[in-house]
Nanobody, 120 residues
Framework: QVQLVESGGGLVQLGGSLRLSCAAS????????MGWYRQAPGKQRELVAG???????NYADSVKGRFTISRDNAKNTVYLQMNSLKPEDTAVYYC??????????????WGQGTQVTVSS
């Protein structure tokens, strides 16, 4: 059974930094795209950053220049380095991964979410 386990969230002051990690485990044949989403209270879940298996990345306009997504394919892990954090970055952050099975099917998985709170 595939699991995505996130870590690294917490409380940080305005302008601070946090690094989120998400490790995938269990029955993985091949990882495809991985990404980070966030959902603030009363708002829809939105894409923060994504990365493909070949290392291409994309970012929401609101985090460009401040956040960096990276992945370690050997460890089936994706990271999100968040710098210059703002109160509007406060949200629950979710890891997402598309995973190929040995039969070639693609499945989408989500982590349990980790809270990031930025105080002013």
């Amino acid at each position: 059974q595939v699991q995505l386990v996130e870590s690294g969230g917490g409380l940080v002051q305005l302008g601070g930094s946090l690094r989120l990690s998400c490790a995938a485990s269990g029955g993985i044949f091949r990882l495809s795209t991985m990404g980070w989403y966030r959902q603030a209270p009363g708002k829809q879940r939105e894409l923060v950053a994504g990365t493909t298996s070949d290392g291409s990345t994309n970012y929401a306009d609101s985090v460009k220049g401040r956040f960096t997504i990276s992945r370690d394919n050997a460890k089936n892990t994706v990271y999100l380095q968040m710098n210059s954090l703002k109160p509007e970055d406060t949200a629950v952050y979710y890891c997402q991964a598309e995973i190929f099975s040995r039969l070639g099917y693609v499945y989408n998985y989500w982590g349990q979410g980790t809270q990031v709170t930025v105080s002013s």
